[in-house]
């Protein structure tokens, strides 16, 4: 198949790893981490910006190496091919190879900070989009004197204690070992930063077979949601994460479009049919 994948930026290594081992022929534009920080709104502007300049005549579906990221997938519409996006509520999911395992581990390891070789060379510098991200514009990057000289001595440490120290609620930093690693120098950094805080430290064995089924199909519905044409992503707010909803005024034959492809939309709702920025980078 000839795939589009948009992804972020953080999961730089690790898609350029599976795509190598993919018998696919795809094409990957990679968007950087910044997008999470200006909001649902703005995310999801700049990713429908992207998908509409997709030549849909040279790929037979476009994947997205996205969870749900605080809903800024929601709303994204299918053209004249599928969507296609992994089950999951954030990219940590798509390193440890399932929702499941992602939850079973969140719950029994409350407070954890996660790095992987991505999150800290390309993610350290978590405003990219300054000055229109959230944590700028609330103030969130600025530093206690600088509050200070704005609001007093005593509106600056509870605002610096609620809106700027955001790892206050950490104790602990687990680091996701992919195996595509080129030595250790990633482990020793996340190692040296749960140090200098006084955190646990742990190291995961990741998961690269979510990531690997996403480039190399077929998708099936516990894992991946197939958004057919003339639908659109919307959250389901149960364990599936996100389904596809018929778009307003979309009716007819669209939904056949995933068929020519020779692919199999599964887990949607509403169907007309019986089918069960500067940054941006490319390898």
């Known amino acids: 198949m000839r795939l589009k994948l948009i992804a972020c930026e953080i999961l730089y290594r690790e898609l350029c ?22 909001g649902q709104a703005g995310m999801n502007a700049r990713l429908q910006e992207v998908l509409a300049t997709v030549d849909s005549t040279a790929c037979d579906a476009i994947l997205f190496g996205y969870g749900l990221c605080s809903n800024g997938l929601v709303g994204l519409a299918a053209g004249a091919v599928p969507l296609v996006i992994p089950r999951a509520h954030d990219c940590i999911t798509l390193f440890m190879g ?9 719950e029994s390891h ?18 990219q989009q300054n000055p229109q991200s959230i944590a700028h514009k ?65 190291k995961l064995q990741g ?12 998708w099936d519905e516990g894992r991946f949601l197939v958004v057919p044409p003339g639908h659109r992503v919307a959250a389901s707010f149960d364990e599936r994460i996100i389904k596809a909803e018929t778009q307003v005024g979309q009716v007819g034959n669209l939904p056949h479009a995933t068929k020519a492809h020779g692919l199999q939309p599964v887990g949607f709702e509403g169907s007309t049919d019986d089918m069960t920025i500067p940054g941006e980078r490319r390898p």
């Open 17 to 38: 790893a599976v795509t190598a081992r993919s018998v696919n022929q795809i094409d990957i534009h990679f968007l950087p981490k910044g997008l999470h920080d200006i």
């Open 98 to 106: 399932s929702k499941e395992r992602y939850l079973d581990y969140f």
């Open 110 to 127: 409350p407070g954890v900070y996660f790095k992987t070789t991505g999150w800290i060379e390309r993610g350290e510098s978590t405003h």
């Open 138 to 202: 609330s103030g969130m990057v600025m530093s206690y004197e600088e509050l200070a000289a704005k609001y007093g001595e005593d509106n600056a440490k509870f605002l610096y204690e609620q809106l700027c120290n955001m790892t206050r609620n950490y104790s602990a930093i687990t680091f996701i070992e992919m195996g595509i690693e080129p030595d250790d120098r990633f482990e020793r950094t996340a190692r040296q930063q749960a140090a200098e805080r006084g955190w646990k430290f742990e």
């Open 207 to 218: 998961d690269l077979s979510l990531l690997q089924a996403l480039v190399d199909g077929p």
